[in-house]
């Protein structure tokens, strides 16, 4: 019987490829690093592609693509499994091995709910596609995920992030659970020799930058919401965001007998008691949702319907009767009781600028006030208690599970440059000139032992506007310093698809996380890169990764130059092009 490639590859290399068997076959365990390829070819086989050359995206982030014109240079390709001779071919051309696969592929093994042994290097995941489990409770294009995997497995990455939706799993009764699609992706991921961070996703699906789907919450939660409209965050117009329940009723027992926190901890519960035999081995790392798009924040800059667009200052979300009656609550206990019947009503609209309003404006500002100073911090301490009831509960259920724990921290960098940093502000980050508000959060998550993720890392300050005053690298380097004072691991995400070699090399940068002069032996936790689509697998696009991957495995000491890496990584593209091919095809819409 003819090989397929996988066979071929491991049959050269000496290890073996998993792939999709068929009936009667069966798969093997072993997986194939990309050092038994991966070597220096002669000469220097950089693209001077214009694509390469072009510049980033400056503004509004770009969706994944949805028609297949924008994928029409993959209709001309080759035959997905050919005789496969080429292949072969460019192995046995090859010179001997130069590299041991511990040397090139650099995953040292994983202890400590993913804490790799090695300090050296940067461990890299890649998030799957939001709809990588279908409404069935199926795994979604079951044949593009088995390709891409196996794509991703053979680049060197550490493993993938995955949604695991509180609207899919829980979603027709209160403990009724329905792990179904998402047993099938995770044993997949085993099956590829790939790791798992697993989002606790209790946010809805649809409403943020990239949602490339709808997944509400669970039917019996709208339906308690349709009951109680103020189970839902609302703004000081009356507008209802459903995306993720109040954090004013965490305790109280409004969704059928139970409180929201209670419902997160079962769910938690459930998914322990389901996959324990993966935990700590095939799932590393446990990131828990904690508000809108799974992040630590309010639902201040919603896309949903155009209510907000970048970048607007946001809104604040205080005035569901829940959070109200919390407010009364602080300003009594302040003496200031005039002070908890209202949020700030001068602080202009989702889309303000904050000279345009009375209460962000630079001089005489409301948020400078002795006012402004209390319902900031009320409003900041509500968000951080949440995030500490959510992360109690979790660390709770993973004891002993060997998987770590992660919160997510949203990347707010527009108007950061201003003096009362207005979108922080209505997110519920009191981050001002004068104020450190991210070193309060990373000491909640350093109490429980946890992973502080943070977004918008890929991002260069000239590449933004410079009239909203965007600062996303003065950002990265304040939550590096909190971090490091808090003693908290810090992990990173890109916030935008970037695929250009000057978004690599800012990752890396800051993933170095040289920021104040003695962090040599310091680095990233991990970083989780966004998102698996068929622009990843475009040629160029993949082998500029691939090299990117590379380099962040070998760590900030490394001294090999990039164009070496990446001579490694053209070589290594070149021979494992078909199934590359296979998973960019199979990812088409």
């Avoid at 508000?437 to 590449?463: K, S």
Wanted: net charge negative; with cysteine.
């Amino acid at each position: 019987m003819a090989m397929n490639l996988g066979h071929q590859i491991g049959t050269l290399s000496g290890k073996q490829i998993p792939t999709e068997f068929a009936a009667g076959e069966q798969p093997s365990s072993a997986t194939a690093s990309p050092s038994a390829v991966w070597k220096s070819p002669a000469g220097n086989l950089r693209s001077n592609s214009p694509q390469e050359n072009a510049s980033p995206p400056m503004l509004t982030p770009p969706l994944t693509p949805n028609s297949a014109g924008e994928w029409s240079y993959l209709i001309n390709l080759p035959m997905l499994r050919p005789d496969l001779s080429v292949a072969c071919q460019a192995f046995a051309t090859s010179s001997p091995l130069e590299m041991t696969v511990e040397e090139v592929a650099g995953t040292a093994e994983w202890t400590d709910g993913g804490r790799k042994d090695e300090k050296k290097g940067v461990s890299v995941f890649v998030m799957m596609p939001l709809d990588s489990v279908t409404n069935g409770n199926t795994v979604n294009r079951k044949k593009a995920m088995n390709a891409s995997l196996h794509a991703l497995k053979s680049a060197g990455m550490e493993g993938i992030m995955i949604d695991v939706w509180w609207g899919l799993v829980e979603r027709e009764a209160p403990g009724a659970y329905n792990w179904g699609g998402y047993t099938e992706l995770l044993d997949m991921a085993k099956k590829h020799g790939l790791k798992v961070q697993a989002v606790m996703s209790f946010h809805q699906c649809g409403s943020n930058v990239g949602d490339s789907c709808t997944i509400p919450l669970p039917k019996w939660v709208r339906e308690e919401m349709e009951k109680d409209s103020d189970l839902a965050y609302t703004d000081q117009w009356g507008r209802r965001n459903y995306e993720y329940v109040s954090l004013g009723c965490d305790s109280l027992l409004v969704l059928k007998g139970r409180s929201p926190v209670q419902c997160y901890a079962d769910f938690m519960r459930a998914f322990k008691d389901n996959f324990k035999h993966l935990l700590g081995d095939t799932i590393v790392e446990i990131q828990v949702g904690m508000g809108p798009a799974g992040e630590l924040r309010y639902p201040s800059y919603p896309e949903e319907n155009g209510i907000w667009k970048f970048p607007g200052i946001g809104a604040f979300q205080c005035y569901d009767k829940y959070m109200l009656s919390s407010l009364k609550a602080a300003a009594e206990a302040a003496g200031k009781p005039e002070w908890g019947s209202t949020g700030p009503t001068d602080a202009g609209h989702y889309n303000s600028w904050p000279e345009d309003t009375p209460f962000f404006k630079k001089d005489g500002g409301g948020w400078n006030s002795q006012y402004g100073e209390f319902f900031l911090s009320w409003y900041s301490q509500t968000l951080i208690e949440h995030g500490e009831r959510i992360l109690s509960s979790a660390s709770s259920v993973f004891e002993a599970t060997g998987v770590k724990i992660s919160v997510k921290v949203a990347g707010i960098h527009w108007h950061y440059g201003s003096r009362s940093h207005a979108a922080e502000l209505t997110a519920g980050y009191y981050n001002t000139r004068f104020r450190d508000g991210y070193l309060p959060m990373a000491q909640m998550v350093a109490r429980y032992g946890a992973v502080f993720n943070f977004t918008c890392i890929e991002m260069r300050d000239h590449e933004q506007p410079q009239d909203a005053l965007c600062a996303p690298e003065n950002l990265v380097r304040q939550v590096g310093l909190a971090t490091k004072e808090a003693q908290v691991p810090l992990a990173g995400e890109n916030a935008l698809p970037r695929y250009d070699e000057s978004a690599h090399e800012q990752i890396l940068k800051a993933s170095s996380l040289n920021i104040d002069g003695s962090s040599n032996d310091r680095e990233m936790f991990a970083f989780t890169y966004l998102r698996m689509n068929p622009s990843l697998f475009l040629p160029d696009n993949w082998r500029r990764f691939v090299a990117f991957v590379k380099k962040m495995n070998e760590g900030k000491d490394s001294r090999r130059c990039w164009e070496q890496v990446e001579r490694e990584a053209e070589h290594f593209v070149n021979v494992t092009e078909p199934f590359v091919q296979e998973a960019a095809l199979a990812l088409m819409p």
